[in-house]
Structures are given as C-alpha cells and as structure tokens.
C-alpha cells in the first residue's frame, strides 16, 4: 500500500479527550450523596408507611409493616407465616388501593417477609 504517511494518521480514529472535569454544583453533589446513602428514602418510607396503613386489611394492620420498593415490589414484613398466605387474598385490592396512595411509588407487587417484630412501635428496622 503506497499511502503517504501524513494520511496514514488520518485515518486512525481519533481518541476522545476526557471532558473537562471543572467543578461541580453543591446541588448536584448532595444528590448524589443523599441517593448514594439512603437518606432521600427516608421521607419515601414515612410516606410508605402511612399508606401501607390505610391499605393494609385490617387482619394485618398491627402485626405488618411496609419495606422497601424496589423494581416495583414493597417488601412486606410481617409477624408469622399465617400472614403471609392471608396476604395471597388481599394482594389485588391492597395494590390498587396503594396505587391510588402512592401513585409515586410504583408498586406492581408485594413481596411478605416474616420478621418477628413486624408492626410493634418498638420495632427497628
């Protein structure tokens, strides 16, 4: 191939050059950290929780407590295993009632987990 060297380097591709990394704004710096860290979900679950105690049947509201959502699907905790079979029947009716809540939220399903504490006052999380 007889091609002048000046065109051989032409018809490289050219690498990209690293964007500038200048500073950045508090704003977009706290977001990241608050998202990062958890602390933009804590209002999310006050919100959560509310509305997982207006839809909860009333079989479950003291002994159920709301999670997390994560790819559409609340975590569920509840305090013994006949729970979480009694949540089989309710499912549809507290899905459209939480989607009425927390339209937000996305909620396409739940998911019951036991957790011995699960609805006391002095249960952590």
């Given at each position: ?84 079979q009694e949540m089989g029947f309710h499912k549809r009716e507290v899905l459209a009632r939480l989607g ?26």
């Amino acid at each position: 191939m007889n091609v002048p060297m000046g065109t051989l380097f032409t018809m490289l591709p050219k690498e990209k050059q690293p964007a500038a990394a200048g500073p950045r704004t508090i704003g977009s710096v706290m977001s990241r950290l608050l998202a990062r860290t958890g602390y933009d979900r804590e209002h999310g679950s006050d919100v959560l929780t509310a509305a997982w105690q207006q839809a909860a049947p009333a079989s479950m509201q003291g002994s159920s407590q709301a999670g997390l959502v994560r790819r559409g699907v609340l975590d569920v905790f509840v305090s013994h295993s006949a729970l979480v079979q009694e949540m089989g029947f309710h499912k549809r009716e507290v899905l459209a009632r939480l989607g009425e809540l927390v339209p937000a939220e996305g909620i396409t399903d739940i998911r019951c987990r036991v957790m011995v504490d699960a609805g006391r006052a002095d249960a952590t999380r």
